[in-house]
């Protein structure tokens, strides 16, 4: 396990850039070339729910590191629960961890799943450069195909293992930006293509909770018997607002959540 947040979340950044060629020019048109800080609201990790890969062995790496574990989330028509993890340290990303549960998914991607995470051992879930190892199995297409049709979120994770899903760019924390509408705006005229999904922009300020994403960039992937183009990783953005007591809101919310899932699907 890390033993340093910083060096955590820089080896992840990297992995997350080498998938995500947005994520650099996004970065350019917020103006990080001309030395305007980018903080990090949050990071995203999927998993499964067998062992050893389960949503409590990711979360170690972060209690780890002195994290505490938040909010929990239930996702009824994705199958998934997930949990946030915060640190006292306020300028330290939340971590987001979800994982598909399997059990109430078909016999056909109940035997799939349990065949891909068939040989990891705890060992290798536990070593420091686990979430951002990428894939520890061998897939085929067909696979790949016939657990979309039934998951997007398995297929997701199938194809591209253990990373960041996402980061996400803290709208508090922007120099030249007030409001997520801006940042799509933005993102828009730059040629991206923002999640539409329960409206461009998902919570309000009653939420405490405001946030937007673009779709997931397509990059190739090397399957057993063929490389193809898919969607990889997409980046977010956040603005929180204060609570009653004055301090920020630090959870997510589970219906915009449920729509941000939905960044990385093919079709939209």
Known sequence: MHTDRNALFEKLWQNYRK???SAAQIHRILGAEEGHAIMND?????????????????????LALGYRQGGEYH?????????HYEHTDPEAPRVFISELLTEQCSPELQAAVKTLVAGMTKEQVAADDFLYSGRHWDLDYDTYLKLLEESEYAAWLAAWGYRANHFTVSVNHLQNFETVAD???????????VNASGGEV??????LLEQSSTMADRVPVKFRDRETTIPS???????????????????????????IFESTNASM
């Open 19 to 21: 998938v995500t060629p």
């Open 42 to 62: 949050h990071i995203a990790l999927r998993t499964f729910n067998l062992p050893p890969v389960g949503l409590d062995a990711l979360a170690e790496h972060f």
């Open 75 to 83: 996702f009824e028509g994705k199958k998934l629960y997930a949990r």
């Open 183 to 193: 940042i799509n705006q933005l993102l828009k005229a730059n040629g991206f293509t």
């Open 202 to 207: 998902k919570g309000s300020p009653e939420d």
């Open 233 to 259: 990783c997409f980046y977010e953005f956040a603005l929180r607002y204060k609570k009653p007591d004055g301090h920020l809101y630090n959870g997510f919310v589970a219906a915009s959540a449920d729509k």
